[in-house]
């Protein structure tokens, strides 16, 4: 069985039926085959009629079979294309070492029944705000919070600390790892590459290039939240994709 696309959003849009979905789901799956398919072999293959696949691709503005055939291909393929093209807003993931994504993927799914916190403050908030979300519609219990007492006591029963820290230093994060390495959760951090407590403590640390290691206060231009989050991207992006050739 090919990709499972997640096309609620367009069977939201055109209020398509189950079996129409069903049709949608086959024709990205199979994006290249269709493009020298009849319809009725489509048909055929999804146990409708012709005059089904030729209703569903009017519902959605196509011409006709052929149109939304050739359509739906250009659209996976040059998605592809775009995720092979590495700019220089990407180049920095080549200077990790490859050993850290593998770990992180072992990591994440060896707590994937578990609980997940994500941990951050200041300019790094809106990063594990990201990220818990990311976690959230991936299918992990995952909560973001700071809060010492729920580290210190771990009555959740978390398993997991995702933590992110320009600085690796910030008070209110270390003492939030120092609670849960007492309860021997593991620990995942993104921190600068400069040597740093968090980094230390951590089961994995993946340092992100920083621009300003003397900006504490965050004044002058500095990529280092952005490239957190497009690092996460990619980590969650290679999880899913062993995930699926696991299965």
């Known amino acids: 069985m090919g990709v499972q696309y997640d096309i609620y959003k367009l069977r939201d849009k055109y209020k398509l039926s189950e079996t129409e979905t069903q049709i949608l789901q086959y024709l990205l799956n199979h994006h290249n085959e269709i493009l020298t398919m009849a319809v009725r072999d489509v048909a055929a293959a999804n146990y409708t009629s012709a005059a089904t696949i030729i209703k569903l691709s009017k519902k959605m503005g196509y011409t006709g079979y052929i149109d939304m055939a050739y359509r739906l291909n250009f659209m996976i393929t040059g998605r592809k294309r775009d995720r092979k093209h590495t700019s220089e807003l990407t180049g920095f ?14 990591l994440v799914e060896k707590h994937r029944q578990g609980i997940i916190f994500v ?6 908030t809106p990063v594990a705000d990201y990220i818990n979300r990311k976690l959230l519609v991936k299918g992990f219990k995952s909560i973001q919070t700071n809060a010492y007492g729920v580290y210190d006591t771990n009555q959740i029963g978390g398993s997991l600390v995702i933590a992110i820290s320009k600085s690796g230093e910030t ?17 995942v951090s993104f921190t600068g590459p400069q040597d740093n407590f968090i980094a230390r403590n951590s089961a994995l ?5 920083d621009d300003q290691a003397l900006d504490d206060r965050n004044i002058t231009a500095n990529y280092f939240y952005a490239r957190v989050m ?3 991207e990619y980590l969650m992006s290679r999880l899913m994709d062993k995930a699926h050739s696991d299965r």
């Open 93 to 106: 993931l080549n200077e990790i070492p490859d050993e850290k994504f593998d770990l992180f993927c072992l």
């Open 119 to 124: 941990t951050a403050t200041g300019f790094s």
């Open 171 to 187: 008070d209110t994060i270390t003492k939030v790892i120092e609670y849960a390495k007492k309860n021997h959760m593991d620990i």
């Open 205 to 209: 640390n993946i340092p992100v290039q």
């Open 230 to 232: 497009i690092l996460f």
